[in-house]
Antibody
């Protein structure tokens, strides 16, 4: 079954780090980018950044550039989001979601700039 | 970069049509045909309902439709049903950052 399975809930103290995982099942892991999107309680969705599982290349929304690291382990089809120097306002559900971006095949150039598969989310609570 | 602007709430009676707007800039919504819409029920992950401004994924009701004019995209829900009560978010591809989300709209079925 095609799905993204995320790690469980975490409770952290301010100043600590957290690492959330997102494992892909049912498709070729390196064919799709993995994005990270967060949602604070009662708030909207916020795009954080994205990793190319094939090359490891990343790009970020500016506000997350300094504190977030995205990595991947293709051998287990898993992407990781690590956030450092946690604050209380980092309390949120963190989602991973895939997109295909742009790619070439025998029929030419294609663009798939949307999230067609989401994980269920991982709740991170920052609490002193 | 600022979030795309959506109305905080929209409501309608069963069977009616409603439209949700999503206003961006000439750097995101106005520049690309890559606007998508997501439906989120409470406690659930978002679900893709519209991509590339007007396209519906397989399995999504044809009561959902999308459009765009200049810097504003729109989602229309026709024949409103109780199950459509949810939060809706637009997003657009952008040159930098890669994606920007809308502020979100709560749809209430009266």
């Amino acid at each position: 079954q095609v799905q993204l399975v995320q790690s469980g809930a975490e409770v952290k103290k301010p100043g600590a780090s957290v690492k959330v995982s997102c494992r892909a099942f049912g498709y070729t892991f390196t064919d799709y980018y993995i994005n990270w999107v967060r949602q604070a309680p009662g708030q909207g969705l916020e795009w954080m950044g994205r990793i190319n599982p094939n090359t490891g290349g990343t790009n970020f929304a500016q506000k997350f550039q300094a504190r977030v690291t995205l990595t991947r382990d293709a051998s287990v089809s898993t992407s990781y989001m690590e956030m450092s120097r946690l604050r209380s306002d980092d309390t949120a559900v963190y989602y991973c979601a895939r997109d295909r971006g742009y790619f070439y095949d025998s029929r030419g150039y294609h663009a798939r700039w949307y999230f067609d598969l989401w994980g269920r989310g991982s709740l991170v609570t920052v609490f002193s | 970069q600022s979030a795309l602007t959506q109305p905080a709430s929209v409501s309608g009676s069963p069977g009616q049509s409603i439209t949700i707007s999503c206003t961006g800039t000439s750097s995101d919504v106005g520049a690309y045909k890559y606007v998508s819409w997501y439906q989120q029920h409470p406690g659930k992950a978002p679900k893709l309902i519209i991509y590339d401004v007007t396209k519906r994924p397989s399995g999504v009701s044809d009561r959902f439709s999308g459009s765009k004019s200049a810097n504003t995209a729109s989602l229309t829900i026709s024949g409103l049903q109780a199950e459509d009560e949810a939060d809706y978010y637009c997003t657009s591809y952008s040159s930098s950052p890669t994606y920007v989300f809308g502020t979100g709209t709560r749809v209430t079925v009266l």
